[in-house]
């Protein structure tokens, strides 16, 4: 669409927002509304700068926020920030408006007890680490089409509901199956391990997944217990984790065959290689068709082609170029005799004009006219054309003119000439 009329009709509209006024209207939207806040969640990505002030992200299974305590603050802690530290903060939500980013502004903070799970898990994960149970030499490829997928988890949770609908709408084509076990609680790591050995001895999956979505730390911990995390190492079918969300990392993860961020992310990554099939087999098939009417159209050509020469080498076709070619001479001789008499006709009239150039009537009226003109400057040059003009020519005794103001002496009588006639005068 033409965008020129959508400017004009946007040129002056007082509801267009400059971006400093936009996010200004935002700032002070969320710090009137939202006010100070008790926040939980996980620290990452610690930065203490020089001036004192600390800088990091607070973030859980959905979400993360930027932070920052300032030296004031941060000198009356108690409470040292770290990576993986779970706390809980008190602080009023800021816009920083020259990134448009908004940040909490953190005044208290208090050590959550999750922070002993996180130190759980990176000691169990060290020692399982340390028996090669996530050797990169261990993880086994996917199969790049599998035809039964097994998908160990809550049937009731939304994280299987978004698996099929995934691979429902990418066209997969397959068999899902879905082997119900608790993903949360007491008895859940088991029941989990229970199930995949039994996916294991039914010998009919190509590929299994093990997952749930997101949640706290606590909520996932069944993910991270030993006896879970050793019987998806073990487990003879190749594996992907998919447990939580982007930012959400279990044991399990280390221990699967390929981790995928989501249960949709998984259902992505076993279908991508489908979808490409089926794109390359759409591709092939247009390739051919284009390649079919390509071939048609050269063999249509290559009969118009064949039909043309045909017609060009019959006796009619032979004699109707020949009528052409006639009409043709005939139109260029009557072109060149056309032009050959223009330029005749235009050398006689230069001829014409030369010869007037250099005629003695042409040059006794040139004369004449210079003649004319001479006696027209004499005529203006003359003393009666001066008088007539309001002159006077003053003359002493003897008549002649007097042409200096010395030579007049006082009493002496003088002649005025004028245009009609000559007054006698004498000087005072």
């Not at 920052?68 to 108690?78: E, K, P």
Request: charged share 25%; proline share 4%; aromatic share 6%.
């Amino acid at each position: 669409m033409p965008s020129a009329p959508i400017d004009a009709e946007l040129e002056g509209d007082p509801r267009v927002e400059s971006v400093s006024a936009f996010t200004r209207r935002v700032k002070t939207l969320l710090e009137s509304t939202v006010g100070s806040s008790w926040v939980r969640g996980e620290v990452s990505n610690v930065r203490a700068q020089g001036s004192g002030h600390v800088y990091f992200s607070l973030k859980d299974a959905g979400a993360q926020v930027s932070a920052v305590l300032f030296r004031g603050d941060a000198l009356r802690q108690t409470v040292t920030l770290r990576d993986g530290q779970q706390v809980v903060v008190y602080g009023d939500v800021s816009v920083y408006e020259a990134r448009g980013q908004y940040q909490l502004i953190v005044r208290v903070v208090v050590e959550d007890g999750v922070g002993r799970l996180q130190r759980e898990f990176e000691a169990l994960k060290a020692r399982l680490a340390a028996e090669g149970l996530f050797a990169p030499e261990k993880k086994r490829a996917l199969p790049p089409l599998p035809r039964c997928v097994g998908f160990i988890t809550s049937p009731t949770g939304a994280a299987v509901q978004d698996f099929i609908r995934i691979m429902t709408r990418r066209a997969w084509r397959g068999r899902v199956v879905v082997i119900p076990a608790k993903v949360q609680g007491e008895g859940a790591a088991a029941e989990m391990a229970a199930m995949l050995e039994l996916a294991g001895k039914l010998e009919i999956f190509d590929l299994l997944v093990i997952g749930r979505g997101g949640g706290s730390m606590e909520d996932l911990w069944a993910f991270n217990e030993e006896v879970l995390v050793r019987a998806v190492a073990a487990c003879p079918v190749p594996i992907i984790s998919a447990v939580g969300h982007e930012i959400d990392f279990t044991l399990c993860d280390f221990a699967a065959d390929v981790r995928a961020e989501t249960p949709s992310a998984a259902a992505e990554l076993i279908s991508s290689k489908f979808v490409a099939a089926a794109e390359r087999t759409e591709r092939a098939g247009a390739a051919m068709g284009d390649a079919l009417e390509r071939a048609l159209a050269e063999a249509t050509e290559r009969l118009d082609h064949a039909r043309s020469r045909l017609r060009l080498l019959a006796p009619a076709a032979q004699i109707e170029q020949g009528f052409l070619r006639l009409d043709d001479l005939s139109n260029r001789l009557a072109a060149a005799l056309r032009d050959a008499t223009q330029a005749r006709r235009q050398q006689l009239g230069e001829a014409r004009a030369a010869l007037a150039r250099v005629s003695p009537e042409f040059r006794v009226q040139t004369e004449s006219h210079r003649l004319l003109s001479l006696w027209k400057r004499l005529q203006a040059a003359s003393p009666a054309s001066v008088l007539n003009r309001g002159f006077v020519i003053m003359r002493d005794a003897a008549g002649q003119p007097v042409t200096r103001r010395a030579a007049v002496k006082s009493g002496q009588a003088l002649a005025a000439e004028f245009a009609d006639g000559t007054a006698t005068v004498r000087a005072d």
